[in-house]
């Protein structure tokens, strides 16, 4: 297949020397050439900063192209670039003002906490929390742990806008027969570096 890449960046580089290897051919379209790499490809993967992509869809003519989306709408050392909707926890601290709100235990059927099993492929479940009171994320801590589960902090509770939208997509992917597990790697192979 011939693949045009719009930037030429860590994600670019790293999809585009795979698929070369696989035999495709490749075209990076940098700054001042997008509409090179579009009119290239069979496909096209945008590999570029969400807050660039007006920029440059406004440059290329996509009309019937595949075109692939591999863009997050946040960065992940700034964390400021949030989901736009608020998290149903984040409606509850608003509506129960002085509550300590923490999401908690929104990611797996009932059936895995009725069942006695917690260790799984050799892990123990772990269960990520979001929250903004050190206390109230200490006490579920132990309630997880208690549940002989693994807690994790997860950050605040704006964070649980992404833990809610997970829940729905993994939710989703196991109706579809589909196993989440296998989408994620181990933390050891998810950067080349640990930071
Ligand atoms: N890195 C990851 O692990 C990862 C994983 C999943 C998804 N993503 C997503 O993939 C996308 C790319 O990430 P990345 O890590 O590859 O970023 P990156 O290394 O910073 O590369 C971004 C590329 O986009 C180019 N660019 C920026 N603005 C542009 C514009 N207006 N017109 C044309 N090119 C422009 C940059 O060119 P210059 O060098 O000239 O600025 C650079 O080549 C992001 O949306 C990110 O959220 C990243």
Known sequence: MR???IGAGQMARALGNGWAAAGHEIRYGKR????????????????????ALTDVLAQGNFDGQTLIDCTNAFEPDEGDMMLGEDA???????????ARVV??????AAEVWES?????????????????DADALGQVEQLVRDLKAEPVRAGGLQRARYL?????????????????????????AAFAVAD
């Open 3 to 5: 693949i045009g890449i």
């Open 32 to 51: 001042g050439e997008v509409r090179d790499a579009v009119e290239f490809g069979d496909v096209t993967l945008l590999a570029v900063p969400v807050l």
């Open 88 to 98: 149903v926890a984040e409606r509850i601290a608003k509506q129960a003002p002085g």
């Open 103 to 108: 999401k908690a235990f929104n990611l797996c």
């Open 116 to 132: 006695d099993e917690r260790v799984f492929e050799g892990r123990r479940l772990a269960v990520p929390l979001c929250g903004d």
């Open 164 to 188: 809610e939208a997970m829940s729905a997509f993994v939710v989703g992917l196991w109706f579809a027969g589909g196993d989440a597990r296998a989408v994620l790697p181990p933390l050891e």
